[in-house]
């Protein structure tokens, strides 16, 4: 007997899944569960939950989507801290260093957002641009996010530029300020 694979869901249900990647694990779960080809698709925008689970730097997502059949790309690997996955990719294409995942958010940023300086270092050693992600969001803007005060300090000391704007608009200290991060906006200042 010959079965249909599982249709996928209206465009809606799929753009909510992608939208409830950056933080509401339970309602992932559930739409997961109800519609599993849902996985892969993109939101109208463009993006997928593993992209978007990524770019929040949500492990505890990034894992059960992984376990669901979503893809591993290059930035995904350096937010797991997958170093050695991430060095063999760029040995078998080196144009990825300039890889971005969703909105254009460059590959330096998902390191620096888990605090995993020694692969941040190697990234930036071979050629990963320290300020890409302008009018999106820079390394320096995901640290002030979500990683450690050494790597915003760490960043700076690599050339990072501390007056470029986010998607908004907002320099790295804006939105330090803005999150309540007084030990990113005291390094910034």
Not at 84 to 96: F, S
Request: glycine share 10%.
């Amino acid at each position: 007997m010959d079965t249909a694979p599982p249709a996928l869901p209206e465009q809606r249900i799929i753009d909510q899944f992608v939208g409830v990647a950056h933080g509401d694990f339970a309602t992932l779960r559930q739409l997961l569960d109800q519609y599993p080809a849902i996985v892969n698709s993109p939101a109208r925008w463009g993006e997928t939950a593993i992209q978007a689970a990524t770019q929040v730097g949500r492990l505890d997502m990034v894992h059960h989507l992984l376990a669901a059949g979503a893809p591993r790309d290059i930035c995904t690997a350096a937010l797991l801290g997958e170093d050695d996955t991430v060095e063999a990719m760029l040995q078998g294409d080196p144009t990825l260093i300039h890889a971005t995942g969703a909105h254009g958010i460059p590959l330096l940023y998902f390191p620096v957002i888990t605090g995993n300086q020694a692969l941040a270092e190697s990234l930036l050693t071979q050629g990963a641009p320290i300020n890409a992600g302008v009018g999106s969001s820079t390394p320096l803007h995901g640290a002030v996010l979500f990683g450690p005060p050494a790597l915003v300090t760490w960043l700076l000391a690599h050339g990072a530029d501390p007056t470029l704007g986010d998607n908004d608009g907002k320099t790295p200290l804006q939105v330090a300020e803005a999150n309540g991060n007084t030990a990113a906006a005291a390094l910034l200042r």
